[in-house]
């Protein structure tokens, strides 16, 4: 069974960091792309960032671009989403996906609020 | 950025009655591989999304036959035959053939 388990979410001020990360079972991970997909409060989906298999190549959306950074740890099977500078505009679901595969983890909240 | 755009917003549909969601992209989603870049997903109330539709018009597995994907370039449509309770919830298109990839704003579907 495909499993992307998150952690990491929570509360944070606004200025402040925060890292995700995200737990693969159940398929190969090295074949994937990884990708990041949020969602604020009653509003729709927006992509974040991806990574490549090898995490050579590594792409966000401009909102995110100098504060966010993806990584992956192919040997631990994870995937991670370092937040920084952190804005009210950042709160939301955040997923772990391979949207191409319908591989998606549960979501895990982000708060940025003082 | 590629920009989505969905219509209608929402839906209310009677069970057993059709339903149709039109997804037009602000540039053409074929890519010269011969694949159109062009994805539908349903988000039911607190789940992820769920994929039912993959280039353009190809099922993914498990998703019934009522839902079909059409279109072609620019436009796009998702069409159920025969709307059921289950089918209610938020549906996106999304674009993949360029970064950053970008979504519809959703189409709420509800039963009458």
């Known amino acids: 069974e495909v499993q992307l388990v998150e952690s990491g979410g929570g509360l944070v001020q606004p200025g402040g960091s925060l890292t995700l990360s995200c737990a693969a079972s159940g398929f190969t991970f090295t074949t994937y792309w990884m990708t990041w997909v949020r969602q604020a409060p009653g509003k729709g989906l927006e992509w974040v960032a991806n990574i490549k298999q090898d995490g050579s190549e590594k792409y966000y959306v401009d909102s995110v671009k100098g504060r966010f950074t993806v990584s992956r740890d192919n040997a631990k099977r994870s995937v991670y989403l370092q937040m920084n500078s952190l804005r009210a505009e950042d709160t939301a679901v955040y997923y772990c996906?391979?949207?191409?595969?319908?591989?998606w983890g549960h979501g895990i909240l982000v708060t940025v609020s003082s | 950025d590629i920009v989505m755009t969905q219509t209608p917003l929402s839906l209310s549909v009677t069970p057993g009655q059709p339903a149709s969601i039109s997804c037009k992209s602000s540039?053409?989603?074929?890519?010269?591989?011969?694949?159109?870049?062009l994805y539908w997903y349903l988000q039911k109330p607190g789940q992820p999304p769920h994929l039912l539709i993959y280039e353009l018009s190809n099922r993914f597995s498990g998703v019934p036959d009522r839902f079909s994907g059409s279109g072609s370039g620019t436009d796009f449509t998702l069409k159920i035959s025969r709307v059921e309770a289950e089918d209610v919830g938020v549906y996106y298109c999304m674009q993949s053939i360029q970064l950053p990839w970008t979504f519809g704003q959703g189409t709420k579907v509800e039963i009458k």
């Open positions: 540039r053409s989603l074929l890519e010269s591989d011969g694949k159109t870049y």
């Open positions: 996906a391979v949207p191409g595969v319908d591989f």
